[in-house]
């Protein structure tokens, strides 16, 4: 096989024929948002019921990680804008079966995703209408959010926008509160001090590596911010912007908030698993309907996710195609919108969610388990990508390096031993070692036909 068929760069320009309808404060608030998503609300719970108060460690350790991710990924698409995101770079630095690999993996992973947040909403809405099937409600949210993402891209913007606002807004006012009394200066609530985070590691080392394992996927989701700004009014700022905060964003939602609860709450209160962490720490403070206010928070966060999640799908699908790398009726594009792949992801999305009600113990838990560890097999591309792309962009076009991985190649290095520290830590533990094999099937299933693919195409020439 010939260097040139390896190496074959997906289109230059930034996917021409979608529309540009994403303002730069839809981008903002997107980027801003979407590290506040479900999986911290819902997820971590689970997490500071194993760890502990360690999980604040969990949480900067995985956060650590998170950010050399995000600064190898916002380098590679500040400099090739591409609603492909991290499968056109792939693609470009390693071939055609690499983004393959990456695209189509994660295009499951967020099919399958928004049925699960589908299944979340529905359940706090028949929490509060119990009398009504879930089921409809799962039905009436895909309706409005494929709707939402047939029309225009602005109307996905617009959504993010104030899902997005309300979302930091609340988080906002929980970091307040909750400082304020842990420093004792909340009226009527007494500082708990440091009497909840004497037994900093209950569980020992396993409970941290649960934690740890918890922590790592509670922050996918940030990669749409690089999806999204391939269709923005300006590409490369909106990426450089996005991954320059990433840092205190991090640091501020994820970190902050974690030390504030365990702080708040004790750790092994049943209320944290049962109710989340989030409003088991307002109820302790005895603020009047502040539980079901952070429930509609709640709501509003898994909303946004499957809204994203059906605009991240669509575009890596239409991407994909564009590259020739799937089934050509995906890469329809009308009015700016890949509507067709749009469809195809809600249904999937919805197909998933009715598989839960059918085939809870077999098919489902089998799906959930392939896609549990997506995420790091992105990651992987990711900084496998970035490595040959830096020296690439050095050499051909070191004006297009606006943002630029920090102490290259080392930290790259580093990032890909933590990726590779992870697996070792989810093969030790049973419950995320079958989700470790599956997600390695699945891998390697789409890695052989991304490859043969290659192979044909090569013979062709």
């Known amino acids: 096989m010939s260097n040139s068929t390896t190496t074959k760069a997906p289109q230059q320009s930034p996917d021409a024929s979608l529309s540009h309808g994403l303002k730069q404060r839809h981008l903002s608030m997107i980027a801003l948002g979407g590290v506040i ?22 949480y900067t350790v995985s956060g650590l990680l998170v950010m050399l991710v995000m600064r190898m990924l916002g380098e590679m698409s500040a400099a090739y804008p591409s609603s492909g995101s991290f499968s056109a770079h792939a693609e470009r630095a390693i071939g055609p079966w690499a983004g393959f690999t990456a695209g189509w ?94 037994d900093f590691l209950p569980n020992g080392g396993n409970g941290l590596i649960i ?48 030390a504030v609860i365990v702080t708040l709450v004790p750790w092994d209160s049943p209320e944290v698993v049962e109710k989340g962490p989030y409003v088991a720490a307002l109820d302790e403070l005895g603020i009047p309907g502040a539980g079901q206010l952070m429930n509609i928070v709640v709501l509003v966060a898994l909303l946004s996710a499957m809204n994203a999640n059906i605009y991240g799908a669509s575009r890596i699908g239409y991407s994909l195609v564009e590259r020739g790398q799937g089934p050509k009726v995906l890469g329809r594009v009308s009015g700016g919108v890949p509507r067709v792949a749009v469809l195809v992801s809600s249904l999937f999305g919805f197909g998933c969610v009715l598989l839960s009600y ?18 790091l097999v992105v990651w992987i591309f990711i900084a496998a990508a970035q490595l040959r792309l830096r020296r690439r962009l050095e050499r051909e076009a070191p004006e297009k390096l606006v943002v630029r991985m920090w102490a290259f190649p080392w930290l790259t290095w580093v990032a890909l031993a933590g990726m590779a520290a992870v697996f070792v830590l989810m093969a030790r533990e049973p419950d995320t070692r079958v989700q470790l094999y599956s997600t390695g099937g699945m891998t390697l299933v789409l890695a052989a036909v991304g490859y043969a693919r290659q192979r044909r195409s090569a013979a062709r020439r």
């Open 37 to 58: 998503g479900a999986g911290l609300f819902v997820g971590s719970g689970a997490g500071i019921a194993a760890a502990g108060p360690s999980i604040v460690v969990a």
């Open 358 to 375: 059918w085939r809870p113990d077999d098919v489902f838990s089998w799906l959930l388990n392939m896609i549990g560890a997506v995420i």
């Open 211 to 258: 934690g740890l394992l918890a922590s790592v996927f509670a922050y996918g989701g940030l990669e749409t911010v690089t999806i999204a700004a391939a269709e923005s009014e300006n590409p490369v700022r909106g990426v450089a912007s996005a991954v320059r905060t990433a840092m205190w964003r991090i640091a501020l939602f994820y970190i902050g908030s974690m």
């Open 105 to 198: 993996a994660f295009w499951v992973l967020l099919c399958t995703a928004v049925g699960l947040e589908g299944i979340g909403a529905a359940q706090i809405v028949h929490g509060w209408l119990p009398g009504t099937p879930e089921w409809a409600w799962v039905a009436l949210f895909m309706v409005v959010f494929c709707g939402t993402n047939l029309a225009a891209v602005k109307n996905f913007g617009e959504f993010e926008f104030w899902f997005a606002a309300l979302k930091v807004g609340a988080i906002s006012l929980f970091l307040v509160l909750g400082v304020l009394a842990v420093c004792g200066v909340l009226p009527g609530t007494d500082s708990p001090g440091t009497s909840h985070l004497d």
